[in-house]
């Protein structure tokens, strides 16, 4: 998997993930939040459920991927 992709497979799963938006997570917090979503939904199901966000609540969703986009990029490097 290249680079970009796992930091936006990472991305989608900690954005549909049960942590708290604008929560402050560890690299310990943020791997098993991650995990957990991709346990849930799976790698295509956590893309599925952001687009799904999108489509019905595109303000908060929109916010929701800004926040772990970034956490994201601080924890594990931008691509």
Known sequence: ????????ARAEALAVSTAPTGAV????????AIRDAVRAYGVRGCSAAVAYEYGEHPDVAA?????????????????
């Open 63 to 79: 916010r929701r991927m800004r926040w772990a986009l970034g956490i994201v990029a601080e924890l594990y490097g931008n691509p």
């Open 1 to 8: 998997m290249s680079r970009f992709l796992l930091f936006t």
């Open 25 to 32: 997570l560890d690299r310990s917090r943020a791997d098993a």
